[in-house]
Every structure is written in C-alpha cells, then in structure tokens.
C-alpha cells in the first residue's frame, strides 16, 4: 500500500480522526495519480466507515483547492450556489435556478457544477438542455464572468485531477468524502456561498469545515432535515458562517413571506423536465417552483450581502422575475457561451 495512505488507513480502521495534514497529503497523492486503485478504495471505505469530521474536510478541500484550475476574474465578489446532492428527492435543480436568478438581481455568480450522480439532473446536465456550452476552459469562464456576470464552473474541466479518483468512486458506489468537497473547492475562489446539504448533521459540518477554510459569508442550509436546498414545507436549518464563527438559524415559510408547498411539486425525472420547470419560473410563472427558487434566491442574497432581512430580499426577487431580467440573463448565457 502507499506509504502516505498505510499509516491512515489503520488510523481510519480503528476509528480514529486523521490531522488536516494527513488528510491533506492523501488527497493529494490520489489526485496526483500515485495511488494504486485498490489503495484509494481502502482509504475511501475506511474513512466512509468512520465518517469525516471537519478537520478532515479542511485538509481534503486544501488539496483539491492546490490542484484546481484557478478562474480569476475582475468581477468582485462572487457567488456560488451549490449543493452536495445526495438528497434522493429528485427536485428540479433548484440551485442552478437560483444562480440564474441570484446573477440577474445584480451579484456576481461563479456557479460550480457537475453533472447528474445520483439525481434526476446535475447542474451541468439541464444547463446544456437549457442551450449553455458547458465545455468552458477556466481562462473562457473568466471571461464568460467578467462580461455577463455569471459563468458555470464545470467540474471536471476546473478539477482536472480529480480524473484518478473518478473511476474508484464511480466503482465504489457509495458516498465517500469527495461527495462534500464540491461545495467547498469553488475555483474562482467565491467569497460568499449558498451551500446546501441532505441533512443537518452534514449541513453543520459542511459549515464548520468553512470557518476553518475561511469565506466572507455563507449560509449552509437543509431543508427539513431531507432537502440540500431552503425548503418550504417544513423548516430549514441555516448555519451562517461569518469572521471564522457558526450561527444557527431556523427559517420556515411565513420568514420568506412564501406559501408552503411540497416537494411532489418539485419532483422531475430528467434534465429536459428540469430545464422546462426553470423556463417556466424564469417566464414569470407562479407555482410552488417558483416560490422555493424565490426563497432560495432570497437566502442567496442575505448570503452575498445584498439583503438584511429575508423579506426584502423576497421582495428584490419577486421584481426580478416579473420584470423579466432573469429570463434575459439566461438566453445572455447561453447566446455567450455558444459564441465561444
């Protein structure tokens, strides 16, 4: 076995936390191709058996953030709405809604995404049905950002070492730890975040492993204890992550000003009925779509500072999307990135 994996696996075995150090070197040395296959399985299943903590997340998100292609672009701050999935509900992509939202009442927005791995729809997927070209090189999604506002960070383009451990994770068939890491390796470097995850337990680790990594402000939240989105049919917990601190909050529907709906609302079964859901609510339509991207956009905003309170940014949200500001932002997208 690997040197640098040996000693951690035995650690991982006997339930014991590794250092952000060791956890950092691991990643490190699977990204960089050292690792045999079989190494990189035992040290994925050991550390799911034992399950990371936020120290570990630290040193994981460390060294897939050394390795990532960087975007850098003139527009200053930026934002990113991503979620780690895993939810198994099958919602529209509430996210990339919200981004195309977010980026239209005026915050920049580096949307960082993959494509489909246990949903109905990834990110990448519906915004290649919406008519996006995903296929941006880092240098093109800066610029993508700098002229429009808004630019999607593919994944496997950004996070190119990654391609090692793609196989292993796909064969392994579980969650492991690289499941928790998209959130929180944006590679434009976004200093305010929208992140979501599929339970409170990782919604308050995902949070603490962002005090640590360091963020001007962001909000984790879970919807219901089941959504990796704001939700509006029962409570959703906000962890707000601002000087190295972690705040908790609990938001229902009557804090958005918003009617309650439930998730069957929500439900799609492929990127085309995702993308067709996003038209719809970028159109103007009102439903219960429409209204959980309403709260996530509003959450969105307090994240990126552009609001104080929730219910003026519902109302900042509302006019956007009646003006019809949202809908030009994605045809600017999507016109943008086919003309590269």
Known sequence: MHATLQ???????AREDLSSESVQKCIGAMMDGECDPVDMAAWLTAMACKGPVANELVGAAQAMRDRAARITSRRQPLLDTCGTGGDKLHTFNISTATAIVSAAC???VAKHGNRSVSSSSGSADVLETLGVNI???AEQAAKCLDEIGIAFCFAP?????MKHAAPIR???GFPTIFNLLGPLTNPAGAEYQLLGASSDSRARLLASALSVLGCRKAIVVCGNNELDEVCLWGPTAAFTVTSGEVTQSRWTPEDFGLPTCTVDELRVQSAAQSADVIRRILEGETSGAADIVTANT???LL??????SLSEAVAKVRQTLADGVAASKLNELVEWTQAV
């Not at 383009?157 to 070492?161: F, I, Q, R, S």
């Not at 994240?303 to 104080?308: D, H, K, M, N």
Request: net charge negative.
């Open 135 to 137: 296929q941006l090189t």
């Open 303 to 308: 994240a990126a500072e552009q609001a104080t």
């Open 170 to 172: 796909k064969a392994l």
């Open 157 to 161: 383009l950004v996070h190119g070492a």
């Open 7 to 13: 000693p951690a696996v035995a650690d991982l075995i």
């Open 298 to 300: 509003a959450a969105a």
């Open 106 to 108: 005026g915050v920049n």
